[in-house]
T-cell receptor, first 113, second 111 residues
Framework: NAGVTQTPKFQVLKTGQSMTLQCAQDMNHEYMSWYRQDPGMGLRLIHY???????DQGEVPNGYNVSRSTTEDFPLRLLSAAPSQTSVYFC????????????FGPGTRLTVL | RKEVEQDPGPFNVPEGATVAFNCTYSNSASQSFFWYRQDCRKEPKLLMS???SGNEDGRFTAQLNRASQYISLLIRDSKLSDSATYLC????????????FGKGTRLSVIA
């Protein structure tokens, strides 16, 4: 099993550009989520999904969209990048939800200029 | 009061020392609790779940005190490889943030 994979590992954007961060898991996990991690802020939940076709907002959803068309994939779209979105983004998955171990991808380091 | 609070450290301890971290949480309805470990520039990984009766895994012991709303992590006989940031994680199961991460406690074990 590859576990949770994320692409790209690094990305530099200009303000106003859009892009999609990819996340995939091969463990047949129902629950997937996106976090951002900033210095001194800890991990903050952006969006999450309890299964294919179902998504919901987390603590900091503004400026981000998600979709979950398959169990395996959970892409995160930045609609119009802003410097405040400079961060490290982690995708995570778990078997059923938040009572289970969360498996994290290696992260995407995003810089918005 | 923040939902999950941890002392950020750093805790600098010599090899072989015993070190303990505490974490407090504000929501008395919180249902499950975890400690994750995060190495520098890496993703978090589950260290251990925290059960009401307490649990031990080798040199690591986790305890939960519901009355005082805190969880603890004890590391005995510290190794250089224990150097990392330890994240306290609480499952609140309400609102739009079902899993809340503390900001982490940084541990440096020194030879």
């Amino acid at each position: 099993n590859a576990g949770v994979t994320q692409t790209p590992k690094f990305q530099v954007l200009k303000t106003g550009q859009s892009m999609t961060l990819q996340c995939a898991q091969d463990m047949n996990h129902e629950y997937m989520s996106w976090y951002r991690q900033d210095p001194g802020m800890g991990l903050r939940l952006i969006h999450y999904s309890v299964g294919a076709g179902i998504t919901d907002q987390g603590e900091v959803p503004n400026g981000y969209n998600v979709s979950r068309s398959t169990t395996e994939d959970f892409p995160l779209r930045l609609l119009s990048a802003a410097p405040s979105q400079t961060s490290v983004y982690f995708c995570a998955s778990s078997y059923t939800g938040t009572n289970n171990e969360q498996f994290f991808g290696p992260g995407t380091r995003l810089t918005v200029l | 009061r923040k939902e999950v609070e941890q002392d950020p450290g750093p805790f600098n301890v010599p090899e072989g020392a015993t070190v303990a971290f505490n974490c407090t949480y504000s929501n008395s309805a919180s249902q499950s609790f975890f400690w994750y470990r995060q190495d520098c520039r890496k993703e978090p990984k589950l260290l251990m779940s925290v059960y009401s009766s307490g649990n031990e895994d080798g040199r690591f012991t986790a305890q939960l005190n519901r009355a005082s709303q805190y969880i603890s992590l004890l590391i005995r006989d510290s190794k250089l490889s224990d150097s990392a940031t330890y994240l306290c994680v609480v499952n609140i199961v309400s609102g739009n943030t079902p899993l809340v991460f503390g900001k982490g406690t940084r541990l440096s074990v020194i030879a």
